[in-house]
């Protein structure tokens, strides 16, 4: 399969189970949850995106999408907080959602499979800081590259327990309003830490698209329709339409709603834990895989926090 035919999943929306019909009419299992355990295999198709629906299935445990060729993860991974098992090896991923990573941090996602994929090594990535490294302080502090590999030192408290580890972070990329990079930062002279005191008021552009995408029929709106309008906000008005189809885009900083992103950066994270499928603790001398996870803010003072 290329692509999932509209309407295949909805049905399972409403999928539920039932008691047994041979159960005694008082029971305690009889009150137990109707909710199924959900699972859906699509491993070794051609897959190159995800239709919407996947993503109302609020009851998904398993979800496999290995072996397609999916170049990215939609944001509205988000939706799936039931989701337990989850593989994405043998795609076209060069980079992975931030909301994935909250999955695993804040949902039941406890297995994560996602080797191999295009994902850039961290070796030969940009760093604009150094959060956990070899390196001693004044070599991170320099932004030179690690010296040796990754790895859980003795003394890291972090190593006593399973939660992904935050390893680096990428350079901010400013955004235009068209969401197109600006190819610098718009306050040179501004530290990181300080870009809190930059206006973070959205553009009358993107108060405008924020409320044609409340108006309750732009998703029913066809590429036909919309081309009825002025040229210049046609594609504006399909990027709205998207984000209501997808249920909002929430800022990976502020939570605010936002229809074109401002700011975007990656973040290196290790997740060996839950890629081995057991939250367990880790051993002291671990060796770190750090995998880049996608952020987006809404501001142009949504931009990653200095430690």
């Keep these: 399969m290329r692509t999932l035919p509209p309407g295949l999943l909805r049905p399972l929306q409403h999928l539920t189970k039932l008691p047994s019909v041979n159960q005694a009419p008082v029971c305690e299992d009889v009150f137990t949850s109707l909710q199924p355990f959900l699972s859906i295999y699509l491993p070794n198709n051609s897959l190159s995106a995800l239709h919407n629906d996947l993503f109302e299935l609020s009851n998904l445990k398993v979800l496999s999408l290995r072996n397609n060729k999916l170049t990215e993860i939609p944001s509205t991974i988000r939706r799936l907080t039931a989701l337990q098992v989850m593989n994405l090896s043998v795609n076209r991923l060069t980079y992975l959602p931030w909301e994935l990573l909250r999955l695993m941090q804040q949902g039941e996602l406890k297995h994560l499979t996602v080797r191999p994929n295009a994902f850039l090594p961290i070796e030969e990535a940009q760093i604009a800081e150094w959060h ?49 990079s600006t190819g610098e930062s718009p306050y040179p002279n501004k530290l990181m830490s300080t870009a809190a005191t930059v206006n973070d008021a959205p553009s009358l552009r993107e108060v405008a698209l924020r409320s044609v995408g409340k108006l309750p029929y732009l998703e029913q709106a066809t590429d036909e329709e919309l081309a009825e309008y002025p040229a210049l906000i046609v594609p504006l008005l399909r990027q709205a339409r998207e ?16 229809v074109i992103p401002r700011t975007k950066w990656m973040e290196w994270w290790d997740f060996t834990p839950c890629e081995n499928g057991m939250k367990m603790p880790r051993c002291p001398g671990e060796k770190l895989r750090p995998l880049p996870f996608q952020r987006f803010g809404c501001s142009l003072s949504c931009v990653p926090r200095s430690h």
């Design 243 to 258: 984000v209501r189809i997808a249920g909002g885009q929430p800022c990976s900083v502020c939570q605010r709603e936002y």
């Design 132 to 180: 956990h490294s070899t390196n001693n302080k004044k070599e991170a502090e320099n932004e030179e590259a690690t010296s040796g590999p990754l790895q859980l030192k003795d003394e890291d408290p972090l190593s006593e327990g399973w939660a992904p580890i935050h390893v680096a972070t990428g350079p901010t990329v400013y955004l235009n309003m068209e969401g197109n």
